[in-house]
């Protein structure tokens, strides 16, 4: 499903959920000192799983020594999705209807794509090129977010926003083997830090007990790789990778009574 869907149902569904709890009848007392049925406040962990689709971009790049020219490649499509499950800490301060809070998070992804062709593909210097394997791979290993959430609780249920710090492990490859001229291939990757920024729901189910739906959208940046290519000393051939996409999971979590 494509990001701007997944994040439009989130919203529509927290705020579809938050417009009717608020046409409820007003408790007894509420406008003076309101009292919640259902407490928000206090610190919980718990787990969840989902889906993501990742919107990569994958560009090829070519440096040539000094009054040289070289061929640059159009980039392959690397978007891909998959499954992500992991775990969340947090805390909860409600005051009235407002809540205010953190989370903490860290899964595992399996979200990419590998996209392996061949033919003849324009230059950038105005022909062909005769490409016999043409390799472009793109994963994200695992995420992890850092993130504030601010919303409105309606007793047992709480709509909210969240944004904040997202990371991650994305791995890159590259492979060109041309018909005739330089082959080149390039890997890399590591942990990328950017941000994430969603909205979503949590439902309390027992005083202790909640389970929440949630979007958020990840940008985690460029990687970059490059290689000198075979059979042509001074050229420096590489790709940019471009890593985002959005992440659509549900969980519960348990609140501690600490105090």
Partial sequence: MPRHLLLAAALFL????????????????????????????GYYAGANAGYGSSDNRHRTFCVPPAGGTCAVLPGLNTDGDGFVAGGQVGYNQQIGRFV?????DLQYADIGRTRTTSG????????LAAVTNYTASQRLNYLGTARARLGM??????????????YGDVSVRQNVLFAVGANYAAAGGG??????????LEYGFAPNVTGKFEALYYDLGRTTVSSGAAAAPG?????????????????LNYRFDLF
């Fill in 235 to 251: 050229f420096t051939r590489g790709a940019r990778f471009d890593t985002d996409g959005v992440v659509a999971r549900a969980g």
């Fill in 191 to 200: 942990t990328d830090v950017g941000w994430a920024a969603g909205a979503g």
């Fill in 153 to 166: 609780a309606f007793n047992q249920v709480f709509v909210f926003g969240t944004g904040g710090l997202a």
């Fill in 100 to 104: 205010v809070g953190g989370e903490a």
């Fill in 14 to 41: 927290g705020w579809g959920i938050a417009a009717s709890a608020a046409d409820l009848p007003a408790r007894s007392g509420e406008g003076s000192g309101y009292m919640p049925l259902f407490l928000w406040t």
């Fill in 120 to 127: 003849l593909f324009p230059d950038g210097l105005g022909g």
